[in-house]
Every structure is written in structure tokens, then in C-alpha cells.
């Protein structure tokens, strides 16, 4: 994992926030593998756009090289984990994702979303 001194931060893989978004993005594409066919133009491809793109804004917050750029990007890494937390609930709501899948995926996303808040207000 991320070596905390941050002059060993080289590349974006680097960032323990980066690295849990991976880990994150894989757990929810196993979840929704799981889901009904009919779900494959609804949420199965919301959850699964909107989680990549959250180490994918921040690995291209980080190539920026502007902390207010990279700060920009990180909001929109956010946002898009909110999304993927909106569309969480909905597949629980609608019995798609079970207690103990839907309550991990949510433990992990607000551990992130609390990495991200901290991040972020180091940038600016």
C-alpha cells in the first residue's frame, strides 16, 4: 500500500485513496454481476460508470500537476461516489444487492468519501 511520505508519491498508484477506489470498483462489478439481465442498460451500467470513474478522476486530478486542478478533480471523484452510493441504496431497496454485500459496499464508499473530504482540504 501507500508509503505515507509524500515525497514518495510518484504516480497516482501511489495514493491509498487511488488504491482502495480500485478495490472499490472491483467489489462493485462482482456485486453486479449478480444483478437481473434486465438491469444490464440500468444499474448494473450506472454503478459500474460511475465507479470507475472515481480513481479515474483522481489519477487524472493527480496528472494535472495543479493542486487546484487536482482539488477539482477530487470533487469529481466524490461526486461520482455519491452517485455510486445513491445507486447502492436503489439496488437494495429493490432487493438486487443483499444486506451484507449492500452495507460493505456502503462501509467502504463513506471510508472513502471520508479520505476524500481530508484530501481535498490538504489541497486547498
Known amino acids: 500500500m501507500e508509503n505515507r511520505d509524500p515525497s514518495k508519491i510518484k504516480t497516482f498508484r501511489d495514493l491509498l485513496i487511488w488504491q482502495k477506489a480500485m478495490i472499490f470498483v472491483t467489489k462493485v ?3 453486479t454481476m449478480k444483478y437481473p439481465r434486465s438491469e444490464t442498460m440500468g444499474l ?9 470513474s472515481v480513481p479515474s478522476n483522481i489519477a487524472e486530478g493527480f496528472g494535472r500537476h495543479a493542486q487546484r486542478d487536482f482539488a477539482r478533480f477530487m470533487h469529481f471523484a466524490m461526486g461520482s461516489l455519491f452517485e455510486v452510493q445513491t445507486q447502492l441504496e436503489i439496488s437494495h431497496n429493490l432487493n438486487m444487492l443483499p444486506d451484507a454485500e449492500y452495507n460493505e459496499l456502503i462501509e467502504d464508499s463513506k471510508e472513502m468519501e471520508r ?3 481530508s484530501f481535498i482540504r490538504t489541497l486547498k
Open 29 to 31: 462489478y462482482k456485486a
Open 44 to 52: 448494473i451500467s450506472q454503478l459500474r460508470r460511475a465507479s470507475v
Open 115 to 117: 479520505m476524500m473530504s
